[in-house]
Nanobody
């Protein structure tokens, strides 16, 4: 089984930036794709972005396009989420997740393993 550990969350002012990291360890080989999701209080978990460990596939939620960038560093089994121009509505717990699918898209059910989450708070 793969283990996922997120880091990089924190408190930032509106307009600021944060970079989240997700380090994968353990049995990573079956997992072809990684995604970032977020969940605000009293809201459903929401897809943010996804990519494959190989190739150039990336996929973004409309709310993330133009402001967030998902990337990877295969040698470190780490996926990043660079978040710029942050808004108060970006406040949430951010989770990374692993999928065996090559095209998991935005459906949380396609992701089999989840990290514990990291809190991002954007003040106005």
């Amino acid at each position: 089984q793969v283990q996922l550990v997120e880091s990089g969350g924190g408190l930032v002012q509106a307009g600021g930036s944060l970079r989240l990291s997700c380090a994968a360890s353990g049995r990573t080989l079956p997992y072809n794709s990684m995604g970032w999701f977020r969940q605000a209080p009293e809201k459903e978990r929401e897809f943010v972005a996804a990519l494959r460990w190989s190739g150039v596939y990336t996929y973004y939620a409309n709310s993330a396009k133009g402001r967030f960038t998902i990337s990877r560093e295969n040698a470190k089994n780490t996926v990043y989420l660079q978040m710029n121009s942050l808004k108060p509505e970006d406040t949430a717990v951010y989770y990374c997740a692993a999928s065996t699918s090559l095209n998991p898209g935005s459906d949380p059910a396609q992701y089999r393993v989840w990290g514990q989450g990291t809190q991002v708070t954007v003040s106005s």
